[in-house]
C-alpha cells in the first residue's frame, strides 16, 4: 500500500499554503508536525478532496486519487478536528447513520459500532445525546467514526485533543494498532503521542515539508547541530520541533 504526493501545491491567490510536497507514505503511523499555517490542514484537505489542488498529484497504490474518486474514499478514512456532530442524536446512532453514509452494511455495522463504543471507552454512555457529551467524549465518537468503514488510509486531526492523559494512551495504542495494515496520518500539537508510535515525523514549515524520519534519527541529526548543552539521552522530539520552529534551518 502507497500514497504518493508528487510535487502538490496549493495557492490561494498569491499566498502559497502548500509548496511543491513530495513524499511517499506507507503502512504505518505518520506523525505530522508544524505550527498554525505550515500547510498541515491544507495538505489534509487536499487528501480528502475537500479542497482542489492547484498543481501536482497525489498517487494512492500509483493512480491518481481524483482519477479514482469514489473507490479511494471508500478506503479513507477522516477525522476532522471540528467536531461536525447531531447533537440530538445518541453515540450509538450517529455511528450508525455515518456507517450507512459510508457504504458498510447494516447488520455488520451493528457489531462493528459495539467494538468500537469498547474500543473508545463509550459502551455505558451509547444511549447518550451527543450534546450531553464532553468534547473529549466527542473526540472518542469521531475517532469511532473514521475507521467505521475500516478504511486503508485513515487521517486524524488532533485525535487526543481534549482527552485526559488515561484516555490519551488508549487512543494511542489503538491507532498504533491501526497502522499495522494501514497508512495512518496524524496531525497533532501533543508531540509526545507520535513520538512514540510514529514510523516517520513529517516536519512541515511554511508550506514545504522541511525533514522526514524516524524520531531516533531527527534527534540524532539536531544534536549533532546543537550546542551539545543536552545529552542526546536527554532530547526529544519538542527539541526537534522547536530547533526547526526557530528559524536553526531554513
Request: charge should be neutral.
Amino acid at each position: 500500500m502507497e500514497l504518493e504526493f508528487k510535487e502538490l501545491t496549493k495557492k490561494y491567490g498569491e499566498n502559497l499554503a502548500l509548496d511543491g510536497f513530495t513524499t511517499t507514505l506507507e503502512n504505518g503511523v505518520y506523525g505530522l508536525l508544524g505550527p498554525n499555517g505550515a500547510g498541515k490542514s491544507t495538505l489534509m484537505n487536499l487528501i480528502t478532496d475537500n479542497i482542489k489542488r492547484t498543481s501536482g498529484s497525489i498517487l494512492y497504490n500509483g493512480k491518481d486519487i481524483l482519477e479514482l474518486g469514489a473507490k479511494f474514499r471508500q478506503k479513507l478514512g477522516y477525522m476532522p478536528q471540528q467536531q461536525g456532530i447531531y447533537g440530538n442524536m445518541t453515540a450509538k446512532e450517529f455511528l450508525m447513520y455515518m456507517s450507512s453514509v459510508k457504504g458498510v452494511k447494516r447488520s455488520d455495522a451493528k457489531k462493528h459500532i459495539e467494538q468500537l463504543l469498547e474500543i473508545v471507552n463509550l459502551s455505558d454512555v451509547a444511549g447518550k445525546k451527543l450534546a450531553e457529551f464532553s468534547g473529549g467524549m466527542k473526540q472518542r465518537v469521531m475517532l469511532a467514526q473514521a475507521v467505521m468503514n475500516e478504511p486503508e488510509v485513515i487521517i486524524l486531526d488532533e485525535p487526543t485533543a481534549g482527552l485526559d492523559p488515561k484516555e490519551r494512551i488508549r487512543m494511542r495504542d489503538f491507532i498504533k494498532e491501526l497502522s499495522e495494515n494501514k497508512i495512518v496520518l496524524l496531525a497533532t500539537h501533543v508531540v509526545s503521542d507520535i513520538e512514540k508510535i510514529s514510523k516517520e515525523i513529517l516536519l512541515m514549515k511554511k508550506g514545504s515539508l522541511v525533514q522526514k524520519g524516524t524520531p531516533e534519527n531527527l534527534i540524532k541529526n539536531v544534536w549533532q547541530k546543537s550546542d551539545k548543552s543536552k545529552t542526546i539521552e536527554q532530547m526529544d522530539l519538542e527539541d526537534v520541533y522547536m530547533f526547526y520552529l526557530d528559524d536553526n534551518e531554513n
